[in-house]
């Protein structure tokens, strides 16, 4: 079913086995990306055959990383909207504007995809203990797949994490352990209980599988667009799966010959001005990021101090012609108001400031009326709304 060859450090191109439960390259302190077989997938699948089966995000079997299909724990991940967004594009001179809806997803956000890949390929290894620190929807998304795949999940979340993200993980039966502090003390706390009772540590990037699924948002937007893919991505970056994930997607597809033009998009980082080490290192010209101190944003999944991918995250967006962008918390609530008013999409703090750093962007003269943009909105602002 999967074409998958072989897991490569993504600092030093080690090779690992992905027939053993993998974290991450200890020499490098670096991510492991998964490898498949793709000259084999070029001869042997026709793309035209994934897009006429049942929709959903394990269509594109061939390129995640479980082997055999009993293993796969879906909950109806993927194949999200791409909305066409004429008022706002409207208002804002750009008649080509899209945002790709994750909020559709299961448990309400893009991290039921990469949750979905990460726990079925860990069923498969033989892993029944799953545990995660989390700004919130990460929690919930592996606490929903770590359940439906009989497993046990133990998840460390900050104390402010919205009231849903707890309620969905402890309703799924997780045990939530809340921590006064950032997600930074939560990964410090899961890493120890890890290593002290066995648990498998599902963090971001901590592991090679949660990237394949959240590289299929790639996948689907080549496909929506006809095999032609947009100018600009305006991804909202935490941990940056995501970005990286579409950005080796878009290498995959182009190794496959699936593409019908070699234009690749401008990749957008846009992050909180109260957390924004990515867009600090970007215009430092720095490789790496260093952690943000004192990190504070009302978007939950931005509030992430250091990414462990932040020199992939900083290559992709230099690689893309791209740039980086910090949103104050006003400007992404304004934005939010927004998308609710002009296209009626409640989208969480997070997927809205993409729209906020589009607007800078378009005031810059970054981007050009004529060019196809596509926001990505990560989840439902419903995770937001406070109990009274």
Known sequence: MSYLDHLECSACGKSFDPALVQT????????LLARYDLGRVRTEVDRERIVRRPKGMWRWREVLPVLAQENIISLGEGDT???HLASLGNDLGLRNLYVKDESINPTGTFKARGLAAAVSKAKELGVTKVIIPTAGNAGGAMAAYAARGGMQAYIFM??????ANQYESQIAGATVELVDGLISDAAKLAR?????EGWFDVSTFKEPYRTEGKKIMGYELAEQFG?????????PTGGGTGLVGMWKAFNEMETLGWLESNQRPRMVAVQAAGCAPIIKAFEEDASG????NGATTVASGLR???????KIILDDLRESLGTAIAVSDAQLLAAQKILASREGIFAAPEGAATLAGLMQLKDKGWV???ETVVLFNTGTGLKYIPLS
Request: contains cysteine.
């Open 24 to 31: 991450f390259c200890q020499n490098c302190q670096a991510p």
């Open 81 to 83: 909207p791409l909305l």
């Open 158 to 163: 900050p104390i402010d994490t919205p009231y």
């Open 192 to 196: 120890e209980k890890a290593q002290a």
């Open 227 to 235: 095999w032609v893919l947009p100018d600009v991505i305006v991804y």
């Open 289 to 292: 990021s260093e952690f943000w």
């Open 304 to 310: 992430v101090p250091k990414s462990f991918a932040d």
């Open 368 to 370: 050009q009326p004529d």
